[in-house]
DNA sequence: TTGAAAGCGCTAACAC
DNA sequence: GTGTTAGCGCTTTCAA
């Protein structure tokens, strides 16, 4: 309403204090929730802190308590916008809160391990979130640790010492997902592999094959076809599948982009999906609810993914703070069967 | 390599001040580019600064000067992550640059303007970017106004008093796309709208029936179909174009998502693309290079967008500084017409 | 052209 | 429990 006033700075912690009638030291200690503060000053500060609308100045803080890191979201070029802005909104949400500084650098393409490290290592970044397929990149992985660079991998199940982990559980969530097939009444399910160097891949792959097992079904081999998460690739492996003899009455596709491949494969031959033949993605990707019909698919919660690694680099910066060294964690993030409109009963023959 | 060093802190402007053998200032105005340093001293710098790998200590740089704001990149539910992942990506870039700090705020769905206004405020924020469909929101951008608060919209042709923005030239994009389907021999063309929230929607029609009439072509209505951006509608919107009695030989799709909707529907009804049928898409999503065959679309710069906006609210800011009130800045970036596989010269009849 | 001094807002240490 | 004293690394005065 008043466009007076040229500026109004943000209050600073003196205000809260001199408006709750306390020390400044005492509102800080109030602010950040740390013990050895009366009740009763607690309250105040609170209320002035409303009344002002005081947030605290960053910058402030991570100058004055040597606390604050900066921390690094790694990614190269292959990582897609969409996976990489879920994981930037996770980090970034996460990130003050636990007074680290997020930065995003990006792999110069073709770039190597070492020139890599070293630009990490100029940019005092003191932990770094790798997304795949960085985190299974063994000479960065090793540069970084020799760097003393604390490491969070995304979605990996490298067992690295010091490495810090966030993941789903790829083979299991394969699992269930074939499994959910074989219950529809599935016999002869396709499987469409990812990109080998890929690790998730192979435990897609693993997945597949211990349901199948699990299930006393046959384990056929010209039902597994090679692709590389791309469309173009799901389009190839689609049409072996397709032009098999006994062809399978339902697809499982290592990603979403490859289940679409499918799906149009399916349209060109006329075969009905999912009247005369089912097809399901993996990571319930933007695509995923675009097609149709909408794909059943597994959805990772990406966002969670990275708030989980912001709070697990704070935790080792905190662990090594106070000496203890080596805290090691790795966490598992439950994934989620979605199920929309192309999968189903397999037709009678 | 040698890990026996607990911490190493980074070397602060001090330490290159006395290496350089000059004043904390004199190392300090070098570092920062500024006039009235001998350039003697400015090369005793620039080498302590190699020497050392000194890196400013952004934190304190923010303190000091106390230049430094928060802005906001606020995104609606309906922002899909990959265009909210390409916008973080360029801001983030831009910001630390400008000396300005950002923040990601998502709109409660449902919520009031004033509430968000509210919000907003409350975090101190000195200024927002605000995508579409934000931009095209007056009682937020009114309330936004009203609080002071500096804005910049991302892709939209408001014209209001204060508002920076940053777009690409809708109309003349489509206008081009739809020169490019005339030139290939087209002369019926479907178009299907977007939703008409998006002001975008009625900016890439108004590009279409330009190039028509510049073209002498008819302008049938029939051919110009709702849809709202969604891959659904444009099922829809493809059945009412291909269900015509005079079957357009090219439909142009207000955004990529509508446009692999009607390649789908082409299939079913097992018409080629392109051969029997063009269809074009906008955005260059992810989506659009996905699919078979690929879109010909249009690309606008997303991450450069957010890159300029920043670099408009900074400047914003700093005629504010100055005195110098109302400064308005509208960049208009360059679209790309990306051709693939779905457009070819029509069939003969 | 350069430098010394004085903070920016906050928090680790210590006292009380 | 609370307050006091020092800075964190840098940039802004202002004086030399």
Known sequence: MQKSEPKKKPPTIKEVAAHAGVSIMTASRAVNGKALVSAKARRAVDLAVKALGY????????????????????????????????????????APQRHLHLVV????PGAFAAEIVEQVAQAHVAGVILPPPLCDWAELVEGLRARDIAIVAIATDQDVPDMLSVSTDDRHAAYD???????????????????????????????????????????????IVPGDFSYRSG???AERLMALDER?????ACNDDMAA???????????????????????DTPLASAIWPALTTIRQPIRDMSREAIGLLAMRFRSQDEGADGVIGKVKLDYQLIR???DAVPARH
Chains 1, 2 share one sequence.
């Not at 991570?62 to 990489?84: E, I, K, Q």
């Open 105 to 108: 650098e990006q792999c110069a």
């Open 340 to 342: 929309r409109q192309s």
């Open 261 to 283: 491949a499918a799906i149009t494969v399916a349209h060109q031959r006329k075969v009905n999906v999912p009247a005369e033949i089912s097809i399901c993605g993996f990571d």
């Open 55 to 94: 947030v605290p100045n960053a910058s402030a803080r991570a100058l004055a308590g040597s606390a604050d890191r900066r921390v690094a979201l790694l990614h190269s070029h292959s990582t897609t916008s969409a996976y990489l802005g879920e994981l930037l909104l996770g980090a970034m949400s996460e």
């Open 235 to 237: 389009l190839d492996a």
């Open 248 to 252: 399978p009455t339902a697809i499982f």
């Open 177 to 223: 997902l074939t499994r959910h097939l074989i219950e529809l009444g599935h016999k002869r399910i396709g499987f469409i592999e990812g990109n080998p160097r890929h690790r998730s891949s192979a435990r897609r792959l693993q997945g597949y094959k211990d349901a199948l097992v699990h299930h006393a079904l046959d384990l056929d081999e010209a039902l």
